[in-house]
């Protein structure tokens, strides 16, 4: 019999907690209780306050276990879980329509920073292209193709090309960044030198008009100033290129020497641009300078009324 005592004493605060902790447990919730407002005193053994960052607070129900798949999820781990839903990139046929008049927006652009009166540049192949749809309604073309010299007709070398279209009612310029692994090995110095010091030191200003003429044909004299227009027209090409255009150069109007005090050239050039994409022809006035050091560089650019005709007839004097 006291055996049998001893051990139902043992087994009792197992079964029901030690009496004594039992009692300063229940004061102590029961103090905790009393220190909350009465809105936020819980009654349920398992529920927790949280507080929202807006200073609300609310009570929020758990169980024992599962206690971590209840409780709200930080805001930071959210973040960081979310999935970067990146534009889609589309590969071009590089024979598309899309690609040549991207890729002719890197040809204005390479003219334009890197041409001279006996350097053009032209795009033989496209090799790759593709388009990424951008932010804002923008149009991301990366390119690799083939250069030539349209002079010499010799290999210039392999580009890559980075071009971006704003399609936006306010026309901007095209972003193009383009990197070549040869192009500054195609030597023109020694031609451009003698050409340059040659006008400088002529009394007689050059001036021309319809070049070429109606039959197509360009005086060999009058080659590098033909040359020279069409890298003054890329700067405008390059400005007015979009997806739905195609611009080349089709003729010199007239041609016009000024007098400068710089150490270059400065001509004033009446041109016409053929849009292939419109069929249209369009005619602006460009004022540009060049010399072998600096390049060539827009100074002024306007565009001209519509005309009726631009090209006189061609009269046969035999």
């Not at 605060?13 to 919730?29: A, D, F, K, R, W």
């Not at 206690?67 to 590969?91: F, H, I």
């Not at 749809?133 to 070398?157: C, H, Q």
């Not at 451009?192 to 006008?199: G, K, L, P, R, T």
């Amino acid at each position: 019999m006291g055996r049998a005592l001893w051990i139902a004493l043992a087994v009792l605060p197992v079964v029901y907690g030690h009496p004594t902790l039992l009692t300063v447990q229940t004061e102590l919730q029961t103090e905790e209780r009393d220190r909350d407002p009465p809105h936020l005193q819980s009654e349920s053994p398992n529920s927790v306050i949280y507080k929202e960052d807006d200073g609300k607070e609310f009570f929020l129900e758990i169980s024992q276990d599962d206690t971590e798949n209840k409780l709200p999820t930080p805001a930071s781990d959210v973040e960081s879980n979310q999935v970067n839903t990146a534009m889609p990139v589309v590969e071009l046929n590089p024979s598309y329509y899309q690609a040549r008049r991207a890729a002719k927006a890197a040809e204005h652009y390479l003219n334009y920073h890197y041409g001279s009166p006996f350097k053009l540049f032209s795009i033989r192949d496209i090799k790759s292209a593709t388009l990424e749809e951008l932010p804002e309604g923008r149009g991301k073309y990366n390119m690799t193709f083939a250069v030539d010299d349209a002079i010499s007709n010799k290999t210039a070398g392999i580009c890559t090309a980075e071009i971006v279209f704003n399609r936006t009612e306010e026309e901007k310029t095209p972003e193009v960044h383009c990197t070549c692994d040869d192009l500054l090995k195609v030597n023109t110095s020694e031609a451009e030198n003698s050409f340059f010091h040659q006008v400088m030191q002529s009394t007689k200003l050059v001036e021309g008009e319809y070049i070429p003429d109606s039959f197509g044909f360009i005086a060999p004299e009058m080659k590098p100033w033909w040359q020279l227009g069409i890298l003054a027209s890329s700067f405008v090409m390059l400005k007015e290129s979009n997806e739905s255009t195609l611009y080349n150069m089709a003729q010199i109007l007239s041609v016009k020497q000024q007098k400068s005090e710089e150490n270059s050239l400065l001509v004033d050039y009446d041109v016409l641009l053929h849009d292939f994409i419109s069929q249209e022809m369009i005619q602006w006035h460009i004022q540009a300078s060049w010399s072998p050091t600096t390049g060539v560089k827009v100074t002024k650019c306007t565009l001209q009324p519509k005309k009726h005709s631009t090209t006189p007839a061609t009269v046969d004097s035999r």
